[in-house]
């Protein structure tokens, strides 16, 4: 199978790499070439939402055309607890900005039947016509969406079981002592890959080893962002100490070192 290197823009801090990120976004959007945007959740959007939100306020950008997706929420919490990915999407980008609500999807985590919403979900991306641009964060354990390690790369929009670490993660976006959800519904790998394009952002050390690994260590379902480099169109926009682990040829080629 053909290996891709995805494009990596190294940035010197956060808020390079939010209006980069932002930039990219609102170029796809502005140009008519993103209709359908992927959207994703977690500390590392609450700045990249901030610069979007700010775009469209001084009338640089409308989201009036675009319709929405987002990767994944938690199953059985509802969406007034703050610790939502329902809540967080209002929060910080649907109720600011003039995209229309009904087009905001987002899988319900709290549907009696995950199985049933989950091809629901599936079905109405592709009737959609597909993602045109898919925004990612990624995981310490180098999750994408909430598919955790071991996720197969052919995986679809489904119910999984989330790892501690994404748990202790999350926590902070929950009331302290709410427990943190152990279940979520996240678009699959396979759904992923299936976007036209995708921009991963990451910021912070505690990114460094799951970036390295999903650009040059092995592409395995044990690094799930290392399926990205089956996908010939991504971009990887992160600061210098998400990209500080990253090693050997790649760094040679990303570094301008031969
Ligand atoms: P974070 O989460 O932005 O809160 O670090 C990213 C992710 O887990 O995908």
């Known amino acids: 199978m053909t290996e891709h290197l995805p494009a990596i823009d190294i940035l010197s801090d956060r808020d390079a ?3 980069r990120a932002a930039g990219v976004i609102i170029d796809g959007v502005v140009s008519r ?4 945007l992927g959207l994703a959740t977690g500390g590392t959007m ?5 610069r979007l939100v700010a775009a469209f306020r001084l009338g640089e950008v409308s989201f009036e055309n675009v319709t929405t997706f987002n990767l994944d929420d938690y199953v059985g919490v509802p969406s ?5 990915f329902r ?3 209002r929060r910080y980008f649907i109720d600011l900005v003039d995209i229309d609500p009904a087009r905001a999807h987002m899988p319900d985590g709290m549907a009696s039947d995950i199985a049933t919403e989950a091809v629901r979900y599936e079905t109405l991306i592709r009737q959609t016509g597909g993602i045109d641009l898919q925004l990612l964060g990624i995981g310490s354990n180098g999750h994408i969406g909430f598919n955790e390690p071991g996720s197969d790369f052919g995986s679809r929009t489904r119910e999984i079981r989330l790892t501690d670490e994404t748990r202790t993660a999350n926590a902070p ?4 002592g709410a427990e943190v959800p152990h279940r979520a519904v996240t678009m699959g790998l396979g759904t992923i890959l299936e976007a036209n394009e995708i921009l991963l952002v990451a910021m912070g050390a505690h990114k460094a080893e799951a970036i390295a690994a999903a650009i040059s260590g092995p592409i395995s379902i044990m ?4 399926a990205l480099r089956r996908h010939p169109r991504v971009r990887i926009i992160c600061d ?3 990209a500080s682990q990253i090693e050997g040829r790649v760094a040679s080629r990303i570094r301008g070192i031969s």
Do not use: D, I, K
């Not at 007034?80 to 939502?84: E, K, L, Q, V």
């Not at 976006?173 to 302290?176: A, H, K, S």
């Open 17 to 19: 790499v939010a209006s």
């Open 33 to 36: 070439r993103v209709r359908t």
């Open 46 to 50: 609450v700045q990249l939402y901030a």
């Open 80 to 84: 007034t607890a703050p610790g939502s």
């Open 87 to 89: 809540a967080f999407m």
């Open 173 to 176: 976006f929950f009331v302290q």
């Open 223 to 226: 690094c799930p962002a290392s």
């Open 240 to 242: 210098e100490a998400a």
